[in-house]
């Protein structure tokens, strides 16, 4: 069988159809225990470990939480395999592979620094094709990986970070292992292929997919050169934000979450795996593919989700909601009831508040909040973002609309409106101070940097100063003393 492909697929009824932009068949629903096998009753039952496995296939679990947990930390996957992982060859470090990615952010790491300004990034670029005609050098997923900012640090299993990739090659007989953090992948610009231990996923621009930290992956570019966004949360996971309120239906609804089936290769070649470490990358080969996964059941599970299914949900008479009502996906901290990062999404929606100042209002927050575009266009406060660009706003530092704007929202007359019409907007909303890399704000990534004019604020008028002598009059009415200029 040696150097020879063959490949299955689970067939199942319950599945989602395939379309010519995504030829796999999803399970559906957000955090189950799925279950799924591409030969039929290989799966182990009433038990995860028999003395054999059908087919001498190999059982092997991976944990994405620490085994004493409560049973909503819980999160495992059992699967039976042709060989287990371990058998992987020497483990190596591959630091050349990419000098880009940063996993520390801390003060004391001279390769990050805090900035308290805003910034804002124009598209990055998106690398050329490494096609025959083209000069460029080839770029696959992992080596395409920038990193941004973030906070903390996975070997402590805290905080975050956030990344941008662009790429022009697929990974061929190559796969990732991220141990640091669990992925949020949001495609900007062209189609990703990825394969998983637990079968494929094909996501595009408008849809998020999650891969779970320690799984096995690869990403094959369908349509050539690809550029997105990564936030990578350390130590926790992505879940649904809680309703409150609200009950128990609306913003990303957990059935249009889709999770893949089992699907192996049978693929005796050599085989690159490169894990990521604390923010280093080591490398191993082996003379057989590690997507060779016949059955699997458990909740630690790649998924994705079509963002355009959101349902927006939204002030219906007055006033405005915290923008948590954006909020599609949640990563708590280690602080109950504190997230760690929210992720927020800016879709279509009717706005009809009544006698409300309409814009995001003035504020300053604990939050950092990054910024991007996925398609359409979007105003920020103090920039307008195009499609792969960035924003950044720090923790507590103040940010809204400029006087004409600000001008025009309490005076024009308030009708029922269409936002966001055509447009993917994003925000990472960050529950704690962010660390910039010198990439994004000294190095290549300083290219695209779009600064921010901070004196587009001068001319906001204290329209209170025209109104002195009727303050002072109300002043007067409740036996009150009248201003007093300082001399
Ligand atoms: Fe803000």
């Given at each position: ?43 182990p ?56 990615i ?34 460029s ?62 079968g ?41 934000p ?10 990303a ?34 003379n ?39 909020c ?40 950092t909040?990054?910024?991007?575009l ?86 906001l ?27």
């Amino acid at each position: 069988m040696a150097n020879c492909k063959m490949t299955a697929t689970a067939q199942a009824a319950f599945l989602t159809e395939s379309s010519n932009k995504d030829p796999h068949r999803y399970q559906v629903g957000f955090g189950n225990r799925f279950a799924s096998e591409a030969v039929p009753n290989v799966l182990p039952k009433g038990q995860n470990v028999p003395q054999k496995v059908k087919y001498g296939l190999y059982s092997e679990q991976l944990n994405g939480a620490p085994v004493f947990s409560s049973r909503d930390a819980i999160r495992h996957v059992w699967m039976y395999r042709m060989r287990p992982s371990v058998a992987h060859g020497q483990v190596s470090p591959a630091s050349d592979l990419n000098t880009e990615i940063e996993s520390c952010f801390s003060t004391a790491n001279k390769q990050v620094e805090f900035i308290a300004s805003q910034l804002a990034w124009d598209p990055f670029p998106i690398v050329e094709s490494s096609d025959h005609q083209s000069s460029s050098a080839s770029i696959d997923f992992l080596q395409g990986i920038k990193t941004v900012g973030g906070q903390g640090d996975p070997t402590l299993r805290d905080g975050l970070a956030i990344h941008v990739y662009s790429a022009n090659t697929s990974m061929e007989r190559t796969a990732l292992s991220n141990n640091d953090g669990e992925f949020l992948i949001l495609p900007q610009h062209g189609r990703l292929n990825i394969q998983t231990e637990l079968g494929w996923l094909m996501v595009r621009p408008g849809e998020v997919v999650v891969i779970p930290a320690g799984i096995r992956f690869r990403v094959l570019l369908p349509d050539g050169p690809v550029r997105g966004y990564i936030q990578e949360v350390f130590g926790t996971h992505y879940e649904l934000p809680e309703f409150g309120a609200v009950g128990s239906n609306g913003l990303a609804l957990p059935r249009d979450f889709e999770s893949p089936v089992a699907s192996f290769d049978i693929d005796e070649a050599p085989w690159t795996i490169n894990y990521k470490i604390a923010g280093t990358l080591h490398t191993c080969t082996q003379n057989h593919s590690p997507f060779d996964v016949v059955a699997w059941h458990g909740n630690l599970v790649p998924y994705k989700y079509a963002m355009e299914k959101f349902v927006n949900m939204a002030n219906a008479s007055k006033d405005q909601a915290d923008p948590t009502i954006y909020c599609v996906l949640t990563a708590p901290s280690k602080v109950p009831g504190v997230s760690l990062s929210d992720f927020l999404i800016f879709t279509k929606k009717w706005i009809t508040a009544e006698d409300t100042f309409r814009p995001p209002y003035y504020h300053r927050n604990m939050s950092t909040e990054v910024m991007g575009l996925i398609y359409g266009k979007y105003g920020g406060s103090s920039h307008v973002l195009d499609g792969g660009g960035l924003s950044y706003e720090a923790s507590y530092m103040p940010h809204g609309e400029t006087y004409q704007t600000w001008k025009d929202a309490t005076e024009r007359k308030l009708e029922n409106v269409v936002i966001c019409e055509d447009t993917m907007a994003f925000m990472f909303h960050i529950s704690v101070p962010v660390l910039l890399t010198k990439w994004a704000t000294q190095g290549e990534g300083s290219k695209s940097l779009h600064q921010s004019d901070a004196h587009q604020w001068d001319d906001l008028q204290a329209h209170f100063l025209d109104h002195l002598e009727d303050v002072n009059m109300d002043l007067k009415a409740a036996g009150l003393p009248a201003l007093t200029e300082k001399s």
